[in-house]
């Protein structure tokens, strides 16, 4: 038998347990949750295992709001403003010089952001809501009274802690909260199998009288590292590398950290393509700290949302949220219409009392490869906010998704965009 060790639940000491609402995961759909949940009245504590609020859009250097072609407007009041304070800083929109590109072939838009200045944003707006934010604590329980959860448990530098709160959201992106509290993990897509791969992000800065590499760092000319150059501050430029040939799992501890292996390995070779086919005069100047991971566990919900769903642009009775983004898996592309994302599947099966947003919503894996996006993720996050604020208790199935819509509407000014895609042609 393998040894196992035992932490007596009555021991673990109790941080508070008058929250109303905890979120697990402090990036886009965290903060929408957080943030949308603190503003409606509710007591919030946002719990983050990195020092840093943003996930991809901060730690993982990703300076990039995706979104079909018609701008970024109508993903939530949370979202706007989330722009407005970057637009603030100077750190997004073409007029401070950063880039917005253009696929016309795929009808969709690319709005690079200074990725440094989201978790200031980020932490500026939920302090200002109110929020309790926990920063370099990890998720490792749910203290559970049949499928309620009591409390949460919690490890940092003050050891094992407990938190109590009404209802939780899950925005951890690998569902870690989800799965301890007795959901459980789609399986593999048989129809597209394998993760999503991961990316990562590099920067090159310029300049002057760069030295020569070593010998066994030179780039050979039959390799072709893929990779795709997108700007940043001042002279430095970076590089998101693309290794989807390799087979990266990203769903487990060992093939998450193989992956972050593998990509840190790479890099030299990268960085010397870059040097020899593109600008000799810049050199590598740093990784991103977090891998540029696109999928990892996906919960299952009441609903999975499918790539069909998507495809047909399917008009759900509980629609909460919307996505507007492609098919984007690896090397597959396709344009999708504005679809909704349903709030079932932001319910977690066997869990009464958990929502769950962002990467790790119930979705198949090419749903999942467009509804991950920032915005669409904070909007998502947005929906299980309002929805856990909307709950009497801690029941959230109880909830009514036509009053979540009504109140994420009425919390954005009505804003023409959301109204439009909030909009059910089903009799509620």
């Not at 706007?80 to 009808?107: Q, S, T």
């Not at 760069?210 to 002279?235: F, L, N, Q």
């Not at 501890?253 to 600008?279: I, L």
Request: glycine share 8%; aromatic share 6%.
């Amino acid at each position: 038998m393998q040894n196992t060790v035992k932490y007596p639940s009555e021991k673990i000491p109790v941080v508070k347990e008058d929250y109303d609402v905890v979120v697990c995961g402090g990036g886009m759909a965290g903060c929408g949750a957080a943030v949308q949940a603190a503003r409606s009245g509710a007591e919030v504590l946002l719990i983050e295992r990195l020092e840093m609020l943003g996930g991809l859009g901060s730690a993982g250097w990703v300076g990039n709001f995706c979104a079909a072609e018609g701008g970024l407007a109508g993903q939530g009041r949370v979202f706007d403003d989330i722009v407005n304070a970057l637009r603030d800083y100077r750190a997004i929109g073409e007029e401070n010089g950063w880039m917005v590109k253009r696929d016309k072939k795929l009808n969709r838009v690319n709005r690079t952001f200074d990725h440094r200045y989201l978790p200031l944003v980020l932490q500026e707006m939920a302090l200002e809501a109110g929020v309790d934010v926990l920063y370099a604590s990890d998720i490792i329980g749910a203290e559970c009274s049949g499928k309620m959860i009591e409390k949460v448990v919690i490890h940092n530098r003050s050891l094992t802690q407990k938190v109590a709160a009404k209802v939780f959201i899950d925005a951890t992106g690998d569902g870690i909260l989800s799965r301890h509290a007795g959901g459980s993990a789609l399986p593999d897509d048989p129809n597209f199998p394998g993760v999503i791969k991961p990316s990562n992000m590099m920067a090159m800065r310029k300049a002057d009288n760069t030295p020569e590499p070593p010998e066994d760092m030179r780039c050979s000319d039959s390799m072709e590292p893929k990779y795709s150059v997108w700007p940043d501050a001042g002279d430095q430029k970076m590089l998101k590398m693309k290794l989807f040939h390799r087979n990266l799992d990203t769903s487990t501890g060992k093939g998450y950290s193989d992956a972050v292996r593998t990509m840190r390995q790479e890099t030299p070779a990268f960085a010397e393509h870059f040097r020899q086919h593109h600008d000799a005069d810049y050199v590598y100047s740093g990784s991103a700290p977090m891998l540029g991971l696109r999928e990892s566990v996906r919960i299952e919900g009441d609903y999975v949302l499918t790539v069909d769903d998507c495809r047909s642009g399917c008009r759900f009775e509980d629609a909460v949220a919307y996505g507007t983004f492609t098919i984007d898996a690896n090397e597959v592309s396709e344009i999708l219409p504005p679809y909704q994302i349903p709030m079932r599947s932001l319910l977690v099966k066997n869990v009464e009392n958990c929502l769950v947003a962002g990467r790790c919503f119930s979705a198949d894996r090419l749903a999942l490869s467009s509804a991950r996006t920032m915005a669409t993720c904070c909007l998502m996050g947005q929906a299980a906010g309002m929805a856990a604020t909307l709950a009497s208790g801690p029941e959230v199935r109880g909830v009514k998704a036509s009053h979540v819509r009504r109140e994420l509407i009425k919390a954005s000014d009505n804003d023409e965009a959301l109204v439009q895609q909030m909009m059910v042609k089903c009799k509620e």
